[in-house]
Structure formats: C-alpha cells, structure tokens
C-alpha cells in the first residue's frame, strides 16, 4: 500500500501599504505565518503602495497584471490578501487571477475552525462564518428575485441563490438560539465563580507569547502547546497550588492578534469573559519576537475595549532562552523562559511576590497546640513559611481584602 500524501497549497501573499498604515510590517510577517499555520506554503508576497485602494479590483491595473505573471509562473493555488476584500474585489481578483482569493479575514476564520474544540467554540466560529459568506454570495438580475403577486412581480421563483441565502439566515438563527443558551449556563457559571473566594488569575497575551506552555508549567498538564499561531481557541480553567495550600485558579485564553476580523470579536470576547472578573491577569510577552513591543500595544487596546484593563496585570517576557540582551518596559514585570528547568517555581515565587503587593498584610497570635488550624488559613491567604515553620505563635502573612472575614472565623474557632 501506497500513502498519499497531499502537498500544500503555494500562497502568495499580497498587501497594499496605505498612507496611513501602521505596523505594516508586521501585519505582513504575521500573514505569512498565518498561512503556513493553515496548511499553506508561502511562496512570494507582492506590496503595492498606493494613496486609495481600487473599489473594483483592489489593486491597480499595472500591480494586477503582475499579480497574473506570479501566479502563472510560480503555479499558486491560494492567493491571500492583507487587508480585507469587498465581495466585488474577491469576484474580480478570482475571475483575473484565476485562482482562489481570500483576505486576511477569511484565513484567520479558517485558523478558528480548525482550532475550535469546545461546543461553543464551534458554534461562535460556524456562526462568524457564515455571517462573513452571507455577502459574498452573488447573482445577476431577476434570478434573485422571489415570486410574489402583483403586476410586474412574477418572477421565475427562488433561485439557487436565494435559497442558500435563506438557508444560512435559518442557519445564523438556529446557532444565536443555541448560543444563547450556552451563555446562560456561562453565565451561571461564572456567578458562581464570582461568589468563590478562590484568588483568579488569568493568561492573556499575544498568540503564540507562550499562554499554554506556562498553563502546563504551573499545572503539571499536557494542554495543546505548539510553535504556532491560535494553538489555544478556547478557554481552559483550572485549579493550582502557588504556596502550600494557598489555591488559584488558572484560566488560559486565546491570543490576541491585531486587525481580528470583526466577525469573530463576539467569539473572541466569548472567550475572554472566563478571565474578565480575574483578580490578576498574567500578560505573556514572546520577548524573543522583534515586534513585541507593538504587541504588547495591541493586548493593551483589546483589553481597554473589553473593558479589563483596570484588572491588575503582570507582564510576563518569556522565551528569554531565545535573546542574548532584552530591555523590558512595562512595570511590573518579570523576565523567564517557561521551557527552562524549574521555571514552574521561579513563576510561583514571582506570583508570591506579586499577591503580597495586593493583599493586605496581617498578624495573627495562634498558640502552639493550635497551629493546626492554620492549614485552613493558609488555603487562603500567603503566610510566611519562616513563621510558621519556628512554630511562633505570632503569624504574619497577606490576605485579599475579600477573604479577610476568614481571619475573624480564625479567632472565633480558638476562643
């Protein structure tokens, strides 16, 4: 038996730099990797400077010409643009080239599709899909049309576009309703969360900053990890120890990435929710990649438009076996690389550190034949393990405003 093993698609890519553009640069280096994270092989990319982008073809008539060169000569299957396409421009590009054409929006659903695991994670992308598809279908004249009554309304009937039209409307509906039930129980959920005294700590950052590969480094687990973009889709929460028993919880989401189609904001903030009544957020920094400042840039806008960016936030640079010198600038932050050995309890030592900025620190008195009863403190709160490791009856160590009623338990439960 013979294996057939099927070849990438060759891609081009293809930008126009706008006077205003920002960060151009990046958004292009990023649209490569993106194709390679779908399956693709880059081949070329073709830049095109120009003050307003054609309306009709996108590109110029001079820069389309060359674009049909490229794609002949170098036998594309996918040409992929940065920026994102009218459904007209698609039309036209795909007629004058002739080869699929997609944007840098549609490659980026395809990237959620394939990631997508959980059932609302399905849903949120199979629903952004085909609002992004519901425009792009296109026909010509009165086979649009549907019958009706009346003088100089009957037509020929609903045409086979009309019907697919109508069938993803049925289908948007049916997928609303059902998200909408998913996010009544989210919503339970996370009240009760909300009620817990547990510390919550969330992972955010920039995709492929290295999110799931610390949530393995403090877990002990074995989450997808993976040198690409969106390895991470839906959102992982789970329990861990930072300091004896002291307990958090741990959510991993999805990355951000700049210029996120706008079809899939509601399934990205979907995601987010698990981290937006966290009491401290992690920011993951890949301090090995060139462009990492404007991505810290980037997490920081989302936060601000998801309204979390007054959440206490700790930037994390990780990959630090990647550099030889690295100059971090946000305060407070802390330098690593999760994939060095131990590095789970250098990240807890700097949690340690980070939670005695903000809890409250206390002193309690707890008589020798009772210090047993501090094991169930010390679930909540951070108590200096030289104290309590001399046996002093005189304890010290730092507490969340919310949980410090547990001290008031604590005195009742020795008098």
Request: proline share 3%.
């Amino acid at each position: 038996m013979f294996e057939t093993k099927l070849s990438p698609e060759r891609v081009l890519l293809v930008h126009v730099v706008l006077p205003e553009s920002q960060r151009w640069e990046m958004s292009l280096a990023e649209l490569e990797r993106l194709a390679q994270t779908a399956g693709g092989q880059v081949v070329g990319s073709v830049i095109q400077r120009k003050n307003v982008i054609d309306a009709k073809s996108f590109v110029g008539s001079g820069k389309l010409d060359q674009l049909r060169q490229e794609v002949e000569d170098n036998a594309i299957d996918t040409v992929i643009v940065n920026n994102r396409l009218s459904p007209r421009q698609n039309m036209v590009l795909e007629e004058a080239l002739d080869c699929k054409v997609i944007d840098r929006m549609q490659l980026i659903l395809d990237i959620f599709a394939m990631r997508a695991r959980s059932y609302e994670g399905k849903l949120q992308v199979h629903l952004a899909q085909l609002k992004y598809l519901l425009p792009r279908l296109v026909g010509k004249g009165i086979m649009l049309s549907r019958q009706a009554g009346g003088i100089g309304s009957r037509g020929p009937g609903e045409s086979q576009l009309e019907l697919n039209r109508r069938s993803i409307r049925h289908q948007i509906t049916d997928i609303e309703r059902q998200l909408k039930v998913v996010e009544k129980q989210r919503q339970q959920g996370r009240e009760q969360r909300q009620q817990s005294s547990v510390f919550k700590i969330g992972l955010i950052g920039y995709t492929n900053a290295g999110k799931s590969t610390m949530m393995n480094c403090l877990t002990q687990d074995d989450q997808y990890e993976a040198d690409e973009l969106f390895a991470t889709l839906d959102a992982t929460t789970k329990k861990i120890h930072i300091q004896g028993a002291f307990e958090a919880t741990l959510t991993d989401t999805v990355g951000f990435i700049q210029d996120l189609p706008t079809e899939l904001i509601a399934a990205f903030k979907s995601t987010l929710e698990e981290s937006r009544d966290c009491d401290l957020l992690l920011h993951v920094v890949d301090a090995s990649d060139p462009d990492f400042r404007e991505q810290e840039v980037v997490v920081e806008q989302l936060l601000d438009e998801v309204d979390m960016g007054t959440i206490p936030r700790l930037t994390i640079y990780n990959k630090l076996d990647k550099v030889s010198l690295f100059a971090p600038d946000r305060f407070p932050h802390a330098t690593l690389s999760c994939k060095a050995k131990d590095s789970h309890k250098q990240i807890k030592t700097i949690l340690v550190r980070e939670l005695k900025h903000l809890f409250s620190p206390f002193q309690i008195t707890c008589p020798v034949e009772e210090v047993y009863r501090l094991y169930e403190l010390s679930r909540w709160a951070i108590l200096d393990q030289d104290e309590l490791g001399n046996f002093s009856e005189t304890i010290t160590g730092y507490i969340a405003d919310k949980n410090k009623w547990r001290l008031e338990r604590f005195y009742d439960r020795l008098s």
